[in-house]
């Protein structure tokens, strides 16, 4: 909902005027004076008699509303020829113009054309762009009454700041119904933001060419360097209030309660960053808040898991037995690769497998269930958190009018061709579907391509792996447990490997993400989407498809590849072929979650810092530079206006990355959560930080942004469905085929010695036999390779699978103990989805969409507008006939000065 100031409708009135305004006569509201003597009676003010925050004209009243700077260069006609043009029809389109020479700037090259829409083109375009002011106070009353309310008192702003107007039903502007609305000033009816929304509309839409009237926009004149900046403007400097009386310090007001790190713990000023940023800037924090706030229920489980891990460590009887000298060092294993690789004994495994089981245990599942669940919840919440914003915002229906009428420039400009819309029966701009289609099969081809270079550089880290590990276990070889000492702490070849590929692997994600960043954006310019929405939708789909193979794509390989097809001694799978020489890998006797754990932790912790370090340090460097010099001048030198151009832009896409960098993480946190639950509370802190570092950025680092409608998150919501689908579906195999949980049940309740049910013996009964004389000659250790083995009469090893021993009469074949495993594991498969999808779908029906309170207030407005629209009709019909028969009675006709003309008559009299 639109909020306001109160004020009484009656007390308006209006005079309808006539003024010329370039060349073009307009019928409607006068502000107090036309344009001409307004100018000639107002005074000139000095710059360095203006205040530094001075957001106004130097008359002191009319409002800055954009800018625009440039730096002319005599020998550039056609630049000076295209800001001739262009600025002559913004003035012809109603905007007023004031130009800063380039002698008052600081740098003393940089002029700034700034620009003020009067209130005639504000109504216009507000009926254009059907944006609703308030026509009636809201007369529903708010339950206020929250229980246990004094518990939120510590995160609680200040309520000017929360909620900084009264609530009020609106509708759409109309222009012809002027005073049916609730106006008590026509210079404040329109946020800063909205005003800056209608100028940048109409610089988009401008030409200037004579020549080509196809060539408009301010893009395009950004783009060929006509001019270098087009901003609004901030309303003051963030860290203190301004000095101008007449200026609003919402900036400062942002700073001080929502961009500082020490307020991380304070909930969100909504309704004023969605006043002073615009209701799509204000969108994309509710949501941030709202996933930041769930996540906490998230992480306080994954914790309480991981707590219970801790407390049961000493029950762990599969590690004790691993790490024992007589059982696991006993044991024997068979290499892990050819020729480099010798043999090892199973307890030089014994801290994976202990760090193996803080994650591993039967916490577990029950996480993996919760997080289904959790997410499900998540996004029905969310659904009436929207719901509620839309209606507060005006934004209910919104889609509709705002964003799939309106056609991008780019769009206009690029389609010649012509056809009627069957909508608004007008002949527009359209791509011929032929074209459409081969610009649609080239975008995708480029996608599949570099998804392709993707799995490419994914297949040479695992090749890097194979062929680092035999080097690793080489160095290695003469220990008999099989690590090395590294400062002091023991590194085994899986450990080391693991870790040195995931920091290889995250290299190359970032790299390609960066290379393909300016190759989906490219793409999507080439396929000439028609709305902005269309548009974010198109490379929302393209950037999340790539970076989801990117950053996935090795967790995936981790969880579901590795460790699944090595064969068994004596027949060994390899990568390519056995000329390859790269013998598939094997996971531990623990099984792969350890290692799946930590490519998780190196690759969602370096995003997420990596991230954070992007955002704020470089933003904050480069601002250092370019005011370097300003820094020096005095303050009245160095304007509102010069000090914002000398702030980074945050670009069209700025919000897409932000969208893009926390679904990535919601992926990490689903997809995977079942091998590590305490990335919940990672995802947490960062996104504590994450809040406040992008507040601190937007208020204090980046020009302030143009305003833009947006009624919901876009095509993310969709995305984030998908995820929460997947993720079921991935964390059930993940605690079947990644964890070692299925195994150790069967065990437990089928498998166990004696009648006692104990783990006891698990180890033994996981481990194949394999006879060393049967090894080929090419899998065969290498003379020499460990000097220990050499000393023992060993003639078997063992290898972590359900094989029947050497001399069985199925040797080497799978047990009935492997099929009973691989048949508990694709029942837990079955009964896990099945559990979890009938609860979301549950959850889902049960929590309806929109808020009951919200729908009966929408009813209420849609009531009143045509209730108030009946009576403001019906009371100017009235009027207008009271007029008429006022006029009928003075009229006389010329040939007679009879009788005043009768009403049937009066169109003829008035001729």
Same mark, same amino acid.
């Given at each position: 909902?639109?909020?306001?100031?109160?004020?009484?409708?009656? =007390?308006?009135?209006?005079?309808?005027?006539?003024?010329? !305004?370039?060349?073009?006569?307009? !019928?409607?509201?006068?502000?107090?004076?036309?344009?001409?003597?307004?100018?000639?009676?107002?005074?000139?003010?000095?710059?360095?008699?203006q205040s530094k925050d001075s957001v106004y004209f130097r008359d002191g009243i009319r409002r800055i509303d954009f800018v625009l700077s440039y730096i002319d260069d005599k020998d550039e006609v056609k630049k000076v020829e295209r800001r001739k043009e262009f600025e002559g029809n913004l003035q012809k389109a109603g905007l007023e113009l004031e130009t800063e020479d380039k002698s008052e700037s600081e740098d003393g090259k940089t002029y700034f054309l700034k620009i003020h829409v009067p209130w005639e083109v504000l109504a216009t375009y507000a009926d254009v762009l059907k944006i609703k002011v308030p026509f009636k106070a809201n007369d529903i009353p708010e339950n206020k009454d929250v229980p246990m309310s004094w518990l939120f008192t510590p995160i609680r702003l200040p309520e000017n700041v929360m909620h900084p107007e009264p609530d009020y039903f609106t509708y759409t502007f109309d222009k012809s119904k002027i005073d049916f609305f609730l106006i008590e000033d026509k210079d404040t009816l329109f946020p800063p933001s909205t005003r800056n929304r209608i100028v940048y509309y109409i610089?988009?839409?401008?030409?200037?060419?004579?020549?080509?009237?196809?060539?408009?926009?301010?893009?395009? =004149?950004?783009?060929?360097?006509?001019?270098?900046?087009?901003?609004?403007?901030?309303?003051?400097?963030?860290?203190?209030?301004?000095?101008?009386?007449?200026?609003? /310090?919402?900036?400062?007001?942002?700073?001080?309660?929502?961009?500082?790190?020490?307020?991380? %713990?304070?909930?969100?000023?909504? !309704? =004023?960053?969605?006043?002073?940023?615009?209701?799509?800037i204000g969108i994309y924090f509710a949501w941030l808040g709202f996933y930041t706030e769930m996540l906490f229920y998230a992480a306080l489980v994954g914790l309480l898991c991981f707590i219970y891990g801790l407390a049961t460590y000493d029950e762990n009887v599969s590690s004790k037995e691993i790490c024992n000298e007589t059982i696991g060092g006993q044991i024997i294993m068979c290499p892990l690769c050819d020729k480099k690789?010798?043999?090892?004994?199973?307890? /030089?495994?014994?801290?994976?497998?202990?760090?193996?089981?803080?994650?591993?245990?039967?916490?577990?599942?029950?996480?993996?269930i919760f997080m289904g669940i959790w997410v499900t919840l998540f996004l029905e919440f969310w659904k009436r958190r929207q719901a509620r914003l839309e209606y507060e915002w005006d934004l209910v229906d919104m889609e509709e009018e705002q964003q799939q009428m309106q056609l991008r420039p780019e769009y206009e400009i690029k389609c010649t061709d012509r056809r009627l819309n069957r909508v608004t029966q007008e002949m527009e701009p359209y791509?011929? &579907?032929?074209?459409?289609?081969?610009?649609?099969?080239?975008?995708?081809?480029?996608?599949?391509?570099?998804?392709?270079?993707?799995?490419?550089?994914?297949?040479?880290?695992?090749?890097?792996?194979?062929?680092?590990?035999?080097?690793?276990?080489?160095?290695?070889?003469?220990?008999?447990?099989?690590?090395?000492?590294?400062?002091?702490?023991?590194?085994?070849?899986?450990?080391?490997?693991?870790?040195?590929?995931?920091?290889?692997?995250?290299?190359?994600?970032?790299?390609?993400? %960066?290379?393909?960043?300016?190759v989906a954006i490219w793409i999507t310019d080439m396929e000439v989407p028609k709305t902005h929405l269309e548009y974010e939708n198109k490379l929302t789909v393209k950037m999340f498809l790539f970076q989801f193979v990117n950053y996935y794509s090795s967790c995936f390989y981790v969880a579901f590849f590795k460790g699944k097809f090595v064969g068994y001694p004596g027949e060994y799978e390899y990568m390519f072929s056995k000329l390859s020489g790269l013998r598939n890998e094997e996971c531990e006797p623990g099984g792969c979650l350890i290692e799946l754990t930590t490519q998780l932790v190196i690759v969602m912790t370096g995003k997420q810092v990596w991230g954070n370090i992007q955002e704020a340090l470089v933003p904050w460097l480069r601002n250092w530079w370019v005011s370097r010099n300003a820094r020096n001048h005095p303050e009245?030198?160095? /304007?509102?206006?010069?000090?914002?151009?000398?702030?980074?832009?945050?670009?069209?896409?700025?919000?897409?990355?932000?969208?893009?960098?926390?679904?990535?993480?919601?992926?990490?946190?689903?997809?995977?959560? &079942?091998s590590f639950p305490l990335a919940p509370l990672l995802a947490l802190i960062n996104n504590m930080v994450e809040?406040?570092?992008?507040?601190?950025?937007?208020?204090?680092?980046?020009?302030?942004?143009? &305003?833009?409608?947006?009624?919901?998150?876009?095509?993310?919501?969709?995305i984030l469905n998908m995820i929460a689908v997947f993720s079921v579906v991935t964390n059930a195999f993940i605690v079947s085929f990644t964890s070692d949980m299925?195994?150790?049940?069967?065990?437990?309740?089928?498998?166990?010695?004696?009648?006692?049910?104990?783990?006891?013996?698990?180890?033994? !009964?996981?481990?194949?036999?394999?006879?060393?004389?049967?090894f080929r000659p090419e899998n065969r250790p290498e003379d020499g390779e460990n000097e220990w083995f050499n000393s023992l009469n060993v003639t078997t090893c063992?290898?972590?699978?359900?094989?029947?021993?050497?001399?069985?009469?199925?040797?080497?074949?799978?047990?009935?103990?492997?099929?009973?495993?691989?048949?508990?594991?694709?029942?837990?498969?079955?009964?896990?989805?099945?559990?979890?999808?009938v609860v979301k779908f549950f959850v889902a029906w049960l929590i309806p969409d929109v808020p009951s309170d919200v729908k009966a207030r929408i009813k209420r407005e849609r009531y009143l507008i045509q209730e108030y629209l009946h009576d403001y009709e019906l009371e100017k019909l009235k009027v207008q006939l009271r007029q008429n028969r006022e006029n009928i009675e003075e009229c006389t006709c010329p040939t007679t000065a009879a009788p005043p003309v009768k009403l049937e008559v009066f169109s003829d009299c008035l001729t």
């Open positions: 909902m639109n909020r306001g100031k109160p004020v009484d409708a009656t =007390l308006i009135e209006m005079d309808r005027t006539v003024w010329s !305004n370039g060349g073009e006569e307009n !019928n409607g509201f006068h502000t107090s004076l036309d344009k001409e003597s307004f100018q000639l009676e107002s005074a000139v003010v000095d710059k360095h008699h610089l988009s839409r401008c030409p200037y060419s004579k020549e080509d009237k196809v060539k408009k926009g301010i893009k395009r =004149l950004l783009n060929n360097g006509t001019y270098i900046a087009a901003f609004p403007l901030h309303d003051c400097r963030y860290w203190t209030r301004s000095r101008d009386p007449n200026c609003e /310090s919402e900036r400062n007001e942002l700073y001080k309660f929502w961009a500082r790190f020490s307020r991380f %713990y304070k909930e969100q000023p909504l !309704n =004023l960053i969605r006043k002073y940023y615009g209701e799509k690789c010798g043999y090892w004994k199973l307890n /030089s495994t014994c801290s994976s497998s202990w760090q193996s089981y803080l994650f591993d245990n039967t916490a577990t599942v029950f996480f993996a791509l011929p &579907a032929s074209t459409q289609c081969a610009r649609s099969v080239m975008s995708g081809v480029t996608v599949l391509f570099w998804i392709c270079l993707i799995i490419a550089s994914i297949i040479g880290v695992i090749a890097y792996r194979l062929a680092v590990f035999a080097a690793f276990a080489s160095v290695m070889k003469d220990s008999p447990t099989n690590k090395l000492e590294v400062v002091g702490s023991l590194i085994t070849p899986q450990l080391a490997t693991s870790v040195t590929a995931s920091c290889i692997n995250f290299v190359i994600i970032m790299i390609l993400n %960066y290379l393909y960043e300016r009245s030198l160095y /304007s509102r206006w010069e000090q914002d151009n000398d702030l980074q832009c945050m670009g069209q896409l700025g919000l897409f990355y932000e969208y893009l960098e926390m679904v990535i993480q919601f992926g990490f946190i689903t997809l995977f959560v &079942a809040v406040r570092v992008d507040a601190w950025k937007f208020t204090t680092q980046f020009r302030r942004p143009v &305003a833009a409608k947006a009624h919901s998150i876009g095509a993310w919501e969709e299925i195994p150790r049940l069967v065990y437990l309740y089928t498998y166990h010695p004696g009648t006692e049910i104990t783990m006891e013996g698990y180890i033994n !009964n996981s481990l194949s036999v394999f006879n060393i004389s049967e063992r290898y972590p699978d359900y094989r029947y021993p050497p001399g069985h009469e199925k040797q080497y074949k799978h047990t009935m103990q492997f099929w009973h495993i691989l048949a508990a594991k694709m029942a837990f498969i079955i009964i896990m989805e099945h559990v979890v999808f």
